[in-house]
Each structure stands twice: as C-alpha cells, then as structure tokens.
C-alpha cells in the first residue's frame, strides 16, 4: 500500500529542546515537501526536496532543518524549537500530479 | 509568485443541497494544475479532485465538480446532493508545473451540513 508515515503524529515539547519529526515514503518518489498548517493561512511550504541531496527552502522555512539522504526519508529537523512552531505539520511527496500526504503530525511547543 | 483566495472562511448548507466553494487564483503561468483537498476533523488531507489549465472540459469526481473559468482564474468545487460527511474543511491548492514548490494553498473554507 502506498504510504507517506511521519512520527510522531503527537508530541508537546519545551521550547529549546530539538526534536525530529521523520517522514518516510515506500513509492520511490523523488519530489517530498513538508508543510505546517495553521488556521486562516492553510498549508505553507516550509522545505522541499526533488531528490537525494537536493533540498530547498519553501515559504517558511526560518526555525527548521531538513535533510535528504536516502530517497525514502525525508526528516524534519527544530533545532530550538519556540511556541510559534506549535502547528499541524505534514509530509508529502509527489509522482506526476498526484500527491501522497501523510496523517500530519501535531506538534505543541510550550 | 503563486496565489490561492478562498474568500469564504466557513459555510453552512443544507443536506441534500448543493454548494459553491469559491477558489481564485494567481499565477503568470500557462501550465499549472487546479486541486482540491477535503481535510476532515481527524486531519487528513484527502484528494478529492484536480483541473489542468489546459483541460477544456471541467473535471468531475462523483459528487464533485470543479468549475474552471480560466480567464477569471477561479477554480470553485461544487458539491451535489450534500451529506453529512462532507462537513470538513477544504482546501483549494495549485501547482505551477515549472516552479519547485509542491503545492501553493489557499486559507481554506470550513463547510458545515445542516440536517
């Protein structure tokens, strides 16, 4: 079955305590994107990457770090994590025009 | 750079009623792609239905449609025959197919079904 999984789906933190949220995919696509939701504003682009190695900024990328070393995973790294990162992440990835999201991953910082 | 207007933050309809959920959209591109996304109170996002900007005819998907008027650059999902599953939020998103980014969304529309 075709599946983006990301862990935790739950977690509430301290502010400055780095955390890694990991995102993985079993379809062998090259394209992967991570996003955060918040109310009135959908869902924004934090960092992408079109294949292994190759990783880009998206909109709203300041307070994170990704990294793409193999082509199934693609972890979301907060460095020092802050209240405003408290949000509804979700990583995708992509083959032609469809797109796998995965169950998001709700993340407190307090 | 991509824009995505759903103007309408939430609304309420009439089981078995249909309704009109507006997307407009903003991009100097001619090859893009037109999305919409159903994100129900669990979280999830769920596909529900996709327009290129060079399809002619609007798409359709069961109980949706997607009517697409390219020169007002609006993409509106229209949902037949509402049931109550269809409360949700829904997220109108595009893709530019020679840009990097994934998918550009709008702030979504929080529909409600009345019994």
């Known amino acids: 079955e075709a599946q983006v999984t990301q862990n935790p789906r739950y977690l509430i933190t301290v502010t400055g305590k780095k955390l890694t949220v990991t995102c993985s995919q079993n379809?062998?696509?090259?394209?992967m994107s991570w996003y955060r939701q918040d109310p009135g504003l959908g869902l924004r682009q934090i960092y992408y990457?079109?294949?292994?190695?190759?990783?880009d900024k998206g909109d709203v990328p300041e307070g994170y770090k990704v990294s793409r070393k193999e082509k199934r995973n693609f972890p979301l790294i907060l460095e020092s994590p802050s209240p405003n990162q408290t949000s509804l992440y979700f990583c995708?990835?992509?083959?032609?025009?469809?797109?796998?999201f995965g169950e998001g991953s709700w993340l407190t910082v307090v | 750079a991509q824009k995505i207007t759903q103007t309408q933050p939430g609304m309420f309809v009439q089981e078995k009623e249909a309704v009109t959920l507006d997307c407009t959209y903003d991009?100097?591109?001619?090859?893009?792609?037109l999305f919409w996304y159903k994100q129900p109170s669990s979280g999830e996002m769920i596909f529900l239905i996709y327009?290129?900007?060079?399809?002619?005819q609007n798409a359709t998907e069961g109980r949706y449609s997607l009517n697409f008027q390219k020169a007002r650059k609006s993409a509106n999902l229209v949902i037949s025959a509402s049931q109550l599953g269809d409360s949700a939020m829904y997220f109108c998103?595009?893709?530019?197919?020679?840009?990097?980014?994934?998918?550009?969304f709008g702030g979504g529309t929080r529909l409600m079904v009345k019994p």
């Open positions: 995708a990835s992509r083959a032609g025009n469809t797109i796998y």
């Open positions: 379809m062998n696509h090259e394209y």
């Open positions: 990457s079109m294949n292994v190695e190759v990783t």
């Open positions: 991009t100097s591109d001619q090859s893009y792609g």
């Open positions: 327009q290129g900007s060079y399809d002619e």
């Open positions: 998103a595009m893709r530019v197919y020679n840009a990097g980014n994934m998918l550009t």
